[in-house]
């Protein structure tokens, strides 16, 4: 069983930089995949970005490469989402996600269907 808590988020202009926190309690933190998804009012949720065990391979969304990046601490049970340029389009409730599946060699693990582990989510608006 792990437990996932977010934090960092906040309301920022366009073109501000946020980072995201997600920290992690239970054992055995390294062997989970893990994911950042969020979700807007109204849409459904969508995967925005994925790393691996040790970290040495990140997955990004089209619409958030370039701009984001995630990393991952694991000796102390943390994982983060820096975000660059934030538009108004970024606005959402971010939400960190563990899975135990094996990641696809070009992306990753994107089904939200596929982690079994979430937190509560942290909500970050954009205003222009």
């Known amino acids: 069983q792990v437990q996932l808590v977010e934090s960092g988020g906040r309301l920022v202009e366009t073109g501000d930089s946020l980072k995201l926190s997600c920290t992690a309690s239970?054992?055995?933190?390294?062997?989970?995949?893990m994911g950042w998804f969020r979700q807007a009012p109204g849409k459904d949720r969508e995967f925005v970005a994925g790393i691996t065990w040790s970290g040495a391979n990140t997955y990004y969304s089209g619409s958030v490469k370039g701009r984001f990046t995630m990393s991952r601490d694991n000796d102390k049970n943390v994982v983060f989402l820096q975000m660059d340029d934030l538009q108004s389009e970024d606005t959402a409730t971010y939400y960190c996600a563990a899975s135990e599946s094996w990641p696809q060699p070009d992306r990753g693990i994107v089904r939200a269907d596929e982690y079994v582990f979430w937190g509560q989510g942290t909500q970050v608006t954009v205003s222009s």
């Open positions: 239970g054992r055995l933190f390294a062997k989970y995949y």
